[in-house]
């Protein structure tokens, strides 16, 4: 079955610092790849995503590329601000063809607090 | 665009009792999912509904959990005679066949079982 591996933390950085949050995956198909994050009292939100192997998705200054070869998805940025402070999680989402489903599955989280 | 919502926020109930969770998703969206997430863990499956029809339930689905979304619009979970294990965080999301299959979640019902 599919399963999502991520660094356990919490990752704790100072501010302008660099961040990487790694992530490895297993899956049966071509799942497409995801990352949310979920702010503190607040509900999951699509941070970036990609479809194929070798895309690189973006959003905020976050970046992460579907490496195929690697079965990864590892989170970076540049410079961490403190509003960066949140649980990110990796994801796949794979086709079971029967039902059409695309449900999500999902890696156990990591939490990054960033110190000013 | 008002997002996924759900309610309660919160629900805190008595072994035994039953409870039932609203799902309102995207209008638009005609794909409807439901994950239960515990604490210091990423959500996990639940069920999956295409406009009206309950096409999947996970084995996490005891007999005990019922899911319906009558005219393929808002949906609702029912847990009946609640267990302490039942605490959770209750997750829905919403997504629209072909765009992207990118699912946007709403904020959650908290569950807890005493």
């Known amino acids: 079955g599919n399963s999502v591996t991520q660094m356990e933390g919490p990752v704790t950085l100072s501010e302008e610092a660099f961040l990487t949050i790694n992530c490895t995956y297993t899956a049966t198909g071509y799942p497409s790849l995801f990352w949310y994050v979920q702010y503190p009292g607040e509900g999951l939100q699509l941070l970036l995503k990609?479809?194929?192997?070798?895309d690189k998705g973006s959003n905020k200054g976050f970046e992460a590329t579907y490496r195929k070869e690697t079965t990864s998805f590892h989170l970076e940025k540049g410079s961490v601000q403190v509003s960066d402070s949140a649980v990110y999680f990796c994801a796949l989402s794979d086709l079971k063809g029967d039902t059409g489903r695309r449900a999500l599955t999902f890696g156990s989280g990591t939490r990054l607090q960033v110190q000013p | 665009d008002t997002g996924v919502s759900q309610n309660p926020r919160h629900k805190i109930t008595k072994r035994g009792q039953n409870v039932t969770f609203r799902c309102d998703p995207i209008?638009?969206?005609?794909?409807l999912y439901w994950y239960r997430q515990t604490l210091g863990q990423g959500p996990e499956f639940l069920t999956y509904f295409q406009n009206e029809a309950q096409l999947e339930k996970s084995r996490l689905l005891s007999d005990r959990f019922s899911a319906e979304r009558p005219k393929g619009s808002f949906s609702t979970l029912e847990i009946q005679r609640t267990e302490q294990g039942d605490s959770a965080m209750y997750l829905c999301?919403?997504?629209?066949?072909?765009?992207?299959?990118?699912?946007?979640f709403g904020p959650g019902t908290r569950l807890t079982v005493t």
């Open positions: 209008s638009e969206h005609n794909r």
């Open positions: 999301a919403s997504s629209l066949t072909r765009q992207g299959w990118e699912q946007y």
């Open positions: 990609a479809t194929k192997a070798d």
